[in-house]
């Protein structure tokens, strides 16, 4: 799934209204991406030194200095860790503060990305259960790939993104919070465009 679903999705679960629950709200937006921060590290890295796209997707994101941060950032058993952390402190220890709080937010987001990301990854899927194993699950379904029914994966995610995009309008009214919806919108057409033009 592109990345803005996963923070549309976990905001949409996760989110609350109010400024009492902003704490907990950034957690939710950064947690649903941070799987996928490492990839756009390497995407900015690429353009600063003018690397050809192709060798962008066709090796560094297969080439293992880049792979062990990015199966690292998609950790099921990371993310497993730091949930339970954050539940000891919140529920054992009693300690309902921020850095439980934030803890709980960032990694359910997290793992719910997670949970999305790993049917939907072919040959280009992550090692989700890394550090113990770096295995992969290959899907027969790729979120992108027309060969492995992306084009139909495709429009059910668009579906899913407007809908998420609606719900998340209705709860918040913040003008800026809105703007990041039509935003998120957009890249729907945006990154296929993008993608179009550079490999045609």
């Known amino acids: ?63 293992s200095a880049w792979t062990l941060w990015i199966d690292a950032a998609n950790s099921i058993p990371l993310f497993l860790t730091t949930l339970g952390l954050g539940l000891i402190v919140f529920y054992g220890l009693k300690i309902r503060n921020a850095l439980s709080i934030i803890l709980i937010a960032a990694s359910c987001a997290a793992l719910l990305h997670l949970a999305f990301d790993l049917p939907v990854h072919v040959d280009d899927g992550h090692a989700h259960f890394w550090p113990f194993t ?15 029914y992306g084009h139909i994966v495709s429009i059910i995610e668009l579906i899913a993104g407007l809908f998420l995009c609606a719900i998340l309008w209705r709860r918040f009214s913040a003008t800026w919070i809105r703007s990041l919806l039509v935003l998120c919108m957009i890249s729907y057409l945006i990154v296929p465009l993008y993608f179009f033009i550079q490999f045609g």
């Open 134 to 148: 770096h295995w992969r699950y290959i899907s027969t379904i790729s979120y992108w790939d027309s060969n492995h």
């Open 1 to 63: 799934m592109n990345t803005q679903t996963h923070i549309l999705m976990a905001c949409a679960f996760f989110s609350k209204p109010g400024k009492e629950n902003q704490q907990r709200n950034w957690a939710v937006f950064c947690g649903a991406l941070i799987p996928d921060v490492v990839i756009f590290i390497m995407f900015g890295w690429s353009k600063l030194i003018a690397a050809p796209e192709h060798e962008v997707w066709s090796k560094w994101y297969y080439d």
